[in-house]
């Protein structure tokens, strides 16, 4: 199982980046997926997940910003991400998600893209 991220990049405030997680191994339909973010010396926050029906959740402070897709043709989720502002500032990664009861396992992650947003 691999996942990984492409996409980052420095940017304006205001400006656009699309973000894509490439995914190998397992059948993407039979999983959820997550985006997780860091800023520096902060600890990892979620911004959005997809679900096996393919309904998918964002954090507060990215909702109406950011959109979450999952092409399941070519195992491939993107993150275009809109308007962006300084404290979208982080490292982002992706990961799996696996419902094991009523717990959310997150047990593949990529090992993530750079997202600067600096004036």
């Known amino acids: 199982v691999q996942f990984v991220e492409s996409g980052g990049g420095v940017v304006r405030p205001g400006g656009s980046l699309r973000l894509s997680c490439a995914m190998s191994?397992?059948?993407?339909?039979?999983?959820?997926a997550v985006w997780v973010r860091q800023a520096p010396g902060r600890g990892p926050e979620w911004v959005s997940s997809i679900n096996t029906a393919d309904s998918i959740y964002y954090a507060d402070s990215v909702r109406g910003r950011f959109t979450f897709t999952r092409d399941n043709r070519k195992s491939t989720l993107y993150l275009q991400m809109n308007s962006l502002k300084l404290e979208d500032t982080g490292r982002y990664y992706c990961?799996?998600?696996?419902?094991?009861?009523?717990?959310?396992?997150?047990?593949?992650w990529g090992q993530g893209t750079q997202v600067v947003v600096s004036s």
């Open positions: 191994g397992f059948t993407v339909t039979d999983y959820g």
């Open positions: 990961a799996r998600r696996r419902i094991v009861g009523d717990y959310s396992l997150y047990d593949y």
